[in-house]
């Protein structure tokens, strides 16, 4: 979860997933089927956080799979070009929860001798929690930086962050390209909105 761990922290919201993500790497080498119980629990409590804040109704029993759906229908991503990428989430997130079902002895009272007490071993768990560490980043990522920036006004300008503006040209000071000094704002406004949209939305979160 190294990856996953760095976008909680910056976008401090989403600090109490740590809860999950602890969980995950404390089960993943003794109870890798507890492991991908919280790993399911993750992307649900990812989902569902997305889904209230944006105001769109799902029902409280909706498995994983439902969720995540949802989420891209939410974030306008369904009929994109992350298209494919949405529909791999839906059933990448439908076969995490068959699994989960499948060998978390935890989730439901079973016989001694069933199919659970069968352990998933090598590669294979760690491309299952690599799986989910890569919908929710991407979640993460697309919800704080994509979404904000397809939702803006057409005519929101660059004039438009003037405080933002102010704080990056006070923090890093003008910029000399052959000679001629730029303020740095402006210069990455130009050239990488995202990256642009990415600062805001840090800054937004610093203050």
Known sequence: MEKLK???????KWKGLKIYLDKIE???DADFGAAVG????LIECICKTILDEQNHVYEKDSNVNQLVKKTCIALKIENDLVCQ???????????????????DTSSHGHSL????SK?????????????????ACF????????????????DKSY?????????????????????????PSELLYLIDQIAYQNKYQEYLGSI
């Open 119 to 135: 352990k998933l071993e090598g590669i294979t768990v760690y491309f299952l929690i690599n799986s989910v560490e890569t919908i």
């Open 139 to 154: 979640l993460l990522e697309f919800y704080e930086i994509e979404h904000p920036l397809r939702n803006q006004p057409e």
């Open 6 to 12: 760095p976008l909680i922290e910056k976008y401090g």
């Open 26 to 28: 404390y089960f993943l």
């Open 113 to 116: 001798s069933s199919e659970k």
């Open 85 to 103: 990428f949405a529909n791999a989430m839906v059933t990448a997130s439908q076969k995490l929860g068959e699994i989960r079902n499948a060998i």
């Open 38 to 41: 919280c790993a399911k629990s």
């Open 159 to 183: 004039d438009s962050f003037q405080d933002f503006n102010d704080y990056l040209d006070n923090l890093y000071g003008d910029i000399n390209v052959v000679g001629v000094s730029y303020p």
